[in-house]
């Protein structure tokens, strides 16, 4: 199974975006924790895109595609904005108190958790972040 839906860089496209990852998952017939938690992981890497690819521009569009088996999901999302690694950000130490530690880290923390394997390239202009979900 491959699904593919373009999203615009506007906050309206999450709830868009949550209801294409919801017909995948009963597509595919996963338990509701398992969607809830791609969800997550997705809404985490798309608002990502959103709030800090096009700083100052409107209406680019980025995609997200989705690859299925019987063993696994890959989810990539693809944006022609800033180059950014979002893997190379060193991980926060949440051990520390929520006022100790520096903003930021946490969401791609958050999308490893969930999703497994997490990788980035930039290649011809473009991010590149492929998430991958074990379902076996």
Avoid: W
């Avoid at 996963?30 to 969607?35: C, G, H, T, W």
């Avoid at 180059?83 to 190379?88: G, H, L, M």
């Amino acid at each position: 199974m491959k699904r593919e839906i373009i999203f615009k860089n506007q906050m309206t496209e999450v709830q868009r975006i949550a209801q294409f990852i919801d017909a995948i998952g009963e597509e595919l017939h996963l338990d509701m924790p398992v969607i809830n938690g791609i969800q997550l992981a997705i809404e985490e890497a798309v608002v990502n895109v959103i709030n800090y690819a096009y700083p100052d521009r409107v209406d680019c569009e980025s995609s997200l595609v989705v690859n299925a088996d019987e063993h696994q999901l890959i989810f990539i999302v693809t944006d022609s904005g800033l180059p950014f690694d979002p893997t190379a950000v060193p991980e926060p130490d949440i051990t520390l108190e929520a006022e100790q530690r520096p903003i930021g880290g946490l969401g791609i923390l958050l999308i490893k958790k969930i999703m497994g394997k997490v990788s980035y390239q930039y290649l011809n202009g473009q991010n590149i972040l492929t998430m991958t979900k074990k379902i076996c």
